[in-house]
T-cell receptor, first 114, second 112 residues
Framework: EAGVAQSPRYKIIEKRQSVAFWCNPI?????LYWYQQILGQGPKLLIQFQNNGVVDDSQLPKDRFSAERLKGVDSTLKIQPAKLEDSAVYLC????????????FGEGSRLTVL | KQEVTQIPAALSVPEGENLVLNCSFT??????LQWFRQDPGKGLTSLLLIQSSQREQTSGRLNASLDKSSGRSTLYIAASQPGDSATYLCAVPSGGYQKVTFGTGTKLQVIP
């Protein structure tokens, strides 16, 4: 069974530029999550999708971050314009169902903003 | 709002020692609790998932227990090895949307 795929693995941009991260969850997983992990901290949930719909984006900085999940499968997370404090690893995870399901993570996308 | 705490933040032990990592959470209305391992520069690898109705789960040298009423879980690692060196995180889904909240992790170093 293929795992959660993410790309790119690494990205370096200058502040005020834009960046997009892509995630392909495990086939059949209805729930998809984007987390931000700053060095030395635990992952922080940015947005949670249930199929196509957003069920929690309370910690997503909506003035600069956006995310979509087309057809309930792949998802893209965009940052525009980036700030220095956005330097972090962006982790995508999926589960068969929200709550009771086991979470599976991708390798993450490491963003450095200069 | 669910808050998850992990103690200690860092731990260094000699190879072969048995050890316990702790995870506590403030809202006991959880669906399950999951323990993860994270190696430097890598994503999170699931170790054990305990459903809210269970008291413990075992996988090889790992044993995780859950006490919902007291808001605590422990991860027991038997006969530690240098390859166990990593950061260990616990996570709990709770609330109406089963939002998953992570602890800040315990960084484990096993010295040969």
């Amino acid at each position: 069974e293929a795992g959660v795929a993410q790309s790119p693995r690494y990205k370096i941009i200058e502040k005020r530029q834009s960046v997009a991260f892509w995630c392909n969850p495990i086939s059949g997983h209805a729930t998809l999550y984007w987390y931000q992990q700053i060095l030395g901290q635990g992952p922080k949930l940015l947005i949670q999708f249930q199929n196509n719909g957003v069920v929690d984006d309370s910690q997503l900085p909506k003035d600069r971050f956006s995310a979509e999940r087309l057809k309930g499968v792949d998802s893209t997370l965009k940052i525009q314009p980036a700030k220095l404090e956005d330097s972090a690893v962006y982790l995508c995870a999926s589960s068969l169902e929200a709550g009771a399901g086991e979470l599976f993570f991708g390798e993450g996308s490491r963003l450095t903003v200069l | 709002k669910q808050e998850v705490t992990q103690i200690p933040a860092a731990l260094s032990v000699p190879e072969g020692e048995n050890l316990v990592l702790n995870c506590s959470f403030t809202d006991s209305a959880i669906y399950n609790l999951q323990w993860f391992r994270q190696d430097p520069g890598k994503g999170l690898t699931s170790l054990l998932l305990i459903q809210s109705s269970q008291r413990e789960q075992t996988s090889g040298r790992l044993n995780a227990s859950l006490d919902k009423s007291s808001g605590r879980s422990t991860l027991y690692i038997a006969a530690s090895q240098p390859g166990d060196s990593a950061t260990y995180l616990c996570a709990v889904p709770s609330g109406g949307y089963q939002k998953v909240t992570f602890g800040t992790g315990t960084k484990l170093q096993v010295i040969p």
